[in-house]
């Protein structure tokens, strides 16, 4: 079975920083593309980044490009995303999505980045 | 990178039909057939209903199905049920990017 745990999540002030990491299990992870897609709380989903399953490739939606980085680590199934200089338009819950043959067929459930003084 | 536009709700009553539409550019819905779409109740995270414009994930009723024309995909769910009842999100490649909708809310009354 698919699993896909993210963790990392909470309150930071503006200005800070924040890592969320996603635990993938159930399937070959070094085979896969990778997605964080993130929402605002009672708002629409937002692509916010991918990479490629060797880490040789990242694409970054416009507003959050130099200020997060996405990552993985093959060797323990996992995905990151490193979050500096934060807004408060950042707060939402981000979830860590397997993209597999151009969709989005798996999803974690969420955590949520509260950005807030 | 703006977003695809989706109406804010649409509803429909027990066993009758219903269509959402999502309308994007040249540049993303009406160039690419990597149209999907997803379904989300409150508090719980999106699940994949259709893919590929029209193609469906196992497990998903035929009661659901796509299409595109132009600029603008749609979703239609026909013999709507109760459960049926949440938020619906298309979205499409845009070459370098992906881009969702706003959201729909569908109402079974």
């Known amino acids: 079975e698919v699993q896909l745990v993210e963790s990392g999540g909470g309150l930071v002030q503006p200005g800070g920083s924040m890592r969320l990491s996603c635990a993938a299990s159930?399937?070959?992870?070094?085979?896969?593309?990778m997605t964080w897609v993130r929402q605002a709380p009672g708002k629409g989903l937002e692509w916010v980044a991918n990479?490629?399953?060797?880490?040789?490739?990242?694409a970054y939606v416009d507003s959050v490009k130099g200020r997060l980085t996405v990552s993985r680590d093959n060797g323990k199934n996992s995905l990151y995303l490193e979050m500096n200089s934060l807004r408060v338009e950042d707060t939402a819950i981000y979830y860590c999505?397997?993209?597999?043959?151009?969709?989005?067929?798996?999803w974690g459930q969420g955590t949520l980045v509260t950005v807030s003084s | 990178q703006s977003a695809l536009t989706q109406p804010r709700s649409v509803s429909g009553s027990p066993g009758q039909s219903v269509t959402i539409s999502c309308t994007g550019t040249?540049?993303?819905?009406?160039?690419?057939?990597?149209i999907s779409w997803y379904q989300q109740y409150p508090g719980k995270a999106p699940k994949l209903m259709v893919f590929?414009?029209?193609e469906r994930p196992s497990g998903v009723p035929d009661r659901f199905s796509g299409s595109k024309s132009g600029n603008t995909a749609s979703l239609t769910i026909s013999g709507l049920q109760a459960d049926d009842e949440a938020d619906y999100f298309c979205?499409?490649?845009?070459?370098?990017?992906?881009?969702f909708g706003g959201g729909t809310k569908l109402t079974v009354l």
């Open positions: 979205c499409s490649f845009a070459g370098t990017h992906w881009v």
């Open positions: 990479i490629k399953p060797d880490g040789s490739a990242r």
């Open positions: 999505v397997r993209h597999s043959n151009w969709r989005f067929d798996y």
């Open positions: 040249s540049s993303d819905v009406g160039h690419y057939n990597y």
């Open positions: 590929g414009v029209s």
């Open positions: 159930g399937f070959t992870f070094a085979t896969y593309w």
